[in-house]
């Protein structure tokens, strides 16, 4: 039950409003600028300019790696992997990790799979079989790890393990299930006409340009920093621009995959979640000093244990995403670089590895860094044993600059 005190904000969140609006503001020099790159407050202009450098080399290798064909099998490959960093952005916003989403989303897509095909549950029951599975796990290993006060690495370590092992015990002796076709198999295997494709598009600029500047009257309003109006709509057309594009370039092949609409909304709600409620805000406090969070009044139990339980959950999206997209489940669902690549791809977007620094369009960008890296080194031919090279390359150069951006920000007297 509620009291009639009302917990008080954290000391950090007028910190952390100054520190968006700082974000948000042009730079005002070359100087500043690069200043700005270094202590990472461009964190999206910076994965930006990665993902620009990585296009221009795969496509002066490869000459079909920008084509309409390979950006359609692009966004069908980062899907799953996106989804499942959704929640490992929650993770890390706390200042935690969790090595147990990919084998979560393998059994979770196992339990899908065996109850819709061997079962002969229906689509949506069997789905929701599996997110409700995903959101104990996470609860579990949430609660375990806050109550006893284990590092979460060793509980999800643990879980890793556990949850693989039932992964194998679900799928049994058979060790593959193939999913049957209907609503399963459409979820990665559908694409919207032409023109449905144009109209979402236009939906889709049009209620990003209204969100984005009734927050700009906020600020205002609220007598906060807000950016320069140019800024605003630079970024208003920059979106357009890269949504109609994408319409026309995936057009011209199969049109746009269901898959990505799932993603983006997704993406959009957490990020919603996040940064315009209070106990979104409360996750950022928490990370950023959970002892301050704490004496302020805020749950710090129930935060824990609520973002545990939706990383596993979007765990689960991911896995039967996954399973969509491969037509069947089985028993290296979920393994191989899946749990690196989640955990990687929201680290060199910017979100912070030290807590309460990010946002969860980094699990998007981040995301279509390393899918674009392995899809050009699959085109190109590459060996396994190079390409884990050249990623683990990439994570520990990301993991590097968080580093000495958080050294940049302490150095200047911010957090």
């Known amino acids: 039950m509620s009291t009639s005190t009302e917990p008080t904000p954290p000391s950090t969140e007028p910190t952390l409003s100054d520190a968006a609006a700082q974000k948000e503001s042009m730079p005002t020099g070359v100087k500043d600028f690069f200043n700005r790159i270094r202590t990472g407050?461009?964190?999206?202009?910076?994965?930006?300019?990665?993902?620009?450098?990585?296009?221009?080399?795969?496509?002066?290798?490869?000459d079909r790696f920008l084509s309409a064909t390979n950006i359609v099998n692009l966004s069908l490959q980062i899907t799953a992997v996106a989804l499942i960093s959704v929640g490992v952005v929650l993770v890390l916003l706390l200042g935690e990790i969790d090595l147990s989403v990919g084998a979560v989303s393998g059994v979770t897509s196992a339990i899908v799979a065996v109850l819709s095909v061997q079962h002969g549950w229906a689509p949506v029951p069997a789905i929701v079989a599996?997110?409700?599975?995903?959101?104990?796990?996470?609860?579990?290993?949430?609660?375990?790890?806050?109550?006893?006060?284990?590092?979460?690495?060793?509980?999800?370590?643990?879980?890793?393990?556990?949850?693989?092992?039932?992964?194998?015990?679900v799928l049994g002796e058979t060790g593959t299930v193939n999913l049957n076709p209907g609503l399963l198999?459409?979820?990665?295997?559908?694409?919207?006409?032409?023109?449905?494709?144009?109209?979402?598009?236009?939906?889709?600029?049009?209620?990003?340009?209204?969100?984005?500047?009734?927050?700009?009257?906020?600020?205002?309003?609220s007598g906060l920093a807000a950016p320069p109006v140019a800024l605003v709509i630079i970024r208003i057309a920059a979106v357009a621009v890269a949504a109609f594009l994408f319409v026309y370039v995936v057009n011209r092949d199969r049109g746009v995959p269901v898959a990505v609409l799932i993603l983006l909304g997704f993406v959009s709600a957490f990020d919603f979640w996040t940064r315009r409620t209070k106990f979104g805000r409360h996750i950022y406090a928490v990370g950023g000093n959970m002892e301050a969070a704490r004496r302020a009044g805020i749950a710090v139990f129930r935060v824990r244990v609520l973002v545990f339980s939706l990383a596993?959950?979007?765990?689960?999206?991911?896995?039967?995403?996954?399973?969509?997209?491969?037509?069947?489940?089985?028993?290296?669902s979920g393994g191989s670089d899946l749990l690196l690549n989640s955990i990687a791809g929201p680290v060199i977007a910017g979100t912070s590895l030290f807590g309460g620094r990010g946002n969860v369009w980094s699990a998007l960008l981040g995301a279509l860094v390393i899918g674009s890296i392995s899809n050009g080194m699959d085109l190109l031919a590459y060996t396994s044993a190079t390409k884990f090279m050249v990623t683990g390359a990439v994570l520990l150069g990301a993991v590097v600059l968080d580093s000495a951006a958080r050294m940049g920000r302490a150095a200047s007297g911010r957090v």
Not at 320 to 329: Q, Y
Request: net charge positive; with cysteine.
């Open 41 to 62: 407050d461009l964190g999206s202009l910076r994965v930006l300019i990665l993902l620009a450098i990585v296009w221009i080399i795969f496509q002066s290798q490869e």
């Open 312 to 332: 596993s959950m979007m765990a689960a999206v991911g896995g039967i995403m996954a399973a969509s997209r491969l037509l069947a489940v089985n028993q290296s």
């Open 130 to 169: 599996g997110l409700v599975v995903g959101l104990l796990i996470g609860a579990f290993q949430g609660f375990i790890s806050t109550r006893f006060n284990i590092p979460t690495f060793v509980v999800t370590l643990a879980g890793l393990l556990g949850w693989q092992g039932l992964q194998l015990k």
């Open 185 to 221: 198999t459409d979820l990665a295997g559908k694409f919207l006409a032409d023109s449905t494709g144009w109209i979402v598009a236009i939906v889709c600029v049009v209620l990003f340009a209204l969100g984005t500047l009734r927050g700009y009257q906020r600020r205002l309003a």
